[in-house]
């Protein structure tokens, strides 16, 4: 599909684009009355919002990414191997990418604010089935559940976090919700690993259903009960979805999203093989990927501002020299620090192009279309994780884990490249 078929006239389409400009007006009229009144019962209003949103956003990243800090414990206390272990990362990630347009889809007519809390309590109870977990199965049972409420909350809470603010402080608004996943993996992630290892990993999980049970009372207490907007056209907003820009946008973002869990899935068990690191290394060096990850966010955001493609075009091949670079330098442990927190840096310097690619692509179904994405992130994670599992289950060793991410890197520079070629390239 060429650039012309992106603004063919489409009866549904324009339909869908009334529907949405009567919700941005409603949501106008209600940030005035916020921004006016400036509480939500005696709390800043729109901090107070913002906040609860970035709770149940550090929640979430927290649950997601700890069981990679906790791979070996999980395994060893499982009686499993760490690849197989590995199919805790997988399942969830899966869940995430199916749930994320059906739940989003399914919640469409209820009052967000519901919506939101209810999404969080699907978590608390997803996590609170992972501490009771006494086998492998349904530890795996209990991941997909908790996994079904990420990329609809992430999602309506996008919008949510946009419609209270001015039209020109939006991307702040929902930059600022986004800020609890990068501030889980400074310290929720490092914390839940710490606990892990010195408590059980089932601590782990209890101290993110307390997290769960936070997000629940902060979302409750701070979001307004307003009634929601016309139902939107799923048929439409799905047929936007199904477009060529849209697909290649989505699959490139889960190229992305693959070369960097192929590494992240398995770096505690790639430290303690390769680098000898004590399970303090190890959380120090999953703060760093925290750390990483901020930086890498700042430096892509701004340079995504300027070009998409030439942030990817770039940022691709840097994200496949540190990962060919990662197994060497992580022969001692000062090196094995400084490459993590230079490997998460190029790892999220690609993201706000990947995000910014898919949003411009569908712009006429921009809910969905957050959503969708997620679970396209998820997809990546999920690939990544299997493709570690193929090589270690090959042999091949943990050094191999992170060289083979290099291929995904290189695959994510041709995949830009045949999208520019093809004219749909939204950037």
Same mark, same amino acid.
């Given at each position: 599909m060429g650039r012309s078929g992106w603004f063919d006239p489409d009866p549904a389409l324009c339909e869908m684009n009334g529907a949405r400009e009567r919700r941005t007006k409603l949501q106008a009229r209600e940030a005035f009355e916020i921004g006016r009144?400036?509480?939500?019962?005696?709390?800043s209003g729109l901090n107070a919002v913002l906040l609860a949103l970035a709770v149940g956003s550090f929640a979430i990243g927290t649950t997601?990414? &700890?069981?990679?800090?906790?791979?070996p414990v999980i395994a060893h206390d499982m009686g499993v191997s760490v690849p197989k272990a590995g199919g805790l990362i997988t399942a969830y990630a899966i869940g995430v990418m199916i749930g994320a347009p059906i739940v989003t889809i399914a919640l469409a007519g209820v009052r967000r604010k519901k919506a939101l809390v209810g999404l969080m309590g699907l978590y608390t109870i997803?996590?609170?089935? &992972?501490?009771?977990?006494f086998g492998y199965d349904t530890l795996l049972l209990s991941r997909v559940v908790t996994s079904f409420c990420q990329g609809a909350f992430f999602g309506l809470g996008a919008v949510e976090a946009a419609g209270v603010v001015a039209p020109e402080k939006? +991307? &702040?608004? $929902?930059?600022?919700?986004?800020?609890?996943?990068?501030?889980?993996? %400074?310290? +929720?992630v490092p914390f839940a690993t710490w606990l892990g290892d010195s408590f059980g990993w089932r601590s782990a999980f209890l101290a993110t259903t307390v997290l769960g049970l936070i997000a629940m009372l902060s979302l409750s207490i701070a979001l307004p009960l307003r009634p929601p907007g016309p139902p939107p056209d799923a048929r439409a907003e799905i047929r936007v979805l199904l477009r060529g820009n849209v697909l290649a946008a989505l699959a490139i973002t889960a %190229?992305? @999203?693959?070369?960097?869990?192929?590494?992240?899935?398995?770096?505690?068990?790639?430290?303690?093989?390769?680098?000898? @690191?004590?399970?303090? $290394? $190890?959380?120090?060096?999953?703060?760093? $990927?925290?750390? +990483?990850?901020?930086?890498?966010?700042a430096i892509g955001g701004r340079s995504a501002d300027h070009s998409r493609d030439g942030t990817l075009l770039i940022g691709f091949p840097v994200l496949g020299v540190m990962l060919l670079a990662y197994p060497f330098a992580a +022969?001692?442990?000062?090196? @094995?620090?400084?490459?993590?927190?230079?490997?998460?840096?190029?790892?999220?310097?690609?993201m706000p192009s990947l995000q910014m690619r898919v949003m411009e692509a569908a712009h006429e179904a921009p809910g969905l279309a957050s959503s969708v994405n997620i679970g396209a992130f998820n997809l990546g994670n999920a690939i990544g994780a299997a493709l570690g599992a193929v090589v270690l289950s090959s042999g091949l060793g943990y050094p191999a884990v992170s060289i083979a991410g290099t291929g995904l890197a290189l695959t994510g520079v041709a995949a830009v490249l045949a999208s520019r070629r093809a004219g749909i390239s939204p950037g």
């Open positions: 009144s400036g509480t939500y019962g005696g709390i997601e990414f &700890s069981p990679m800090g906790l791979l997803g996590n609170l089935m &992972s501490v009771g977990s939006r +991307g &702040s608004a $929902v930059a600022t919700m986004f800020m609890g996943l990068t501030i889980a993996n %400074i310290g +929720g %190229i992305g @999203a693959g070369a960097m869990f192929v590494l992240y899935t398995y770096i505690a068990p790639i430290l303690e093989h390769v680098t000898n @690191a004590s399970a303090s $290394v $190890v959380t120090i060096a999953l703060m760093l $990927v925290g750390v +990483g990850f901020s930086i890498g966010n +022969g001692t442990v000062p090196g @094995a620090l400084l490459a993590t927190l230079l490997w998460g840096a190029a790892t999220f310097a690609i």
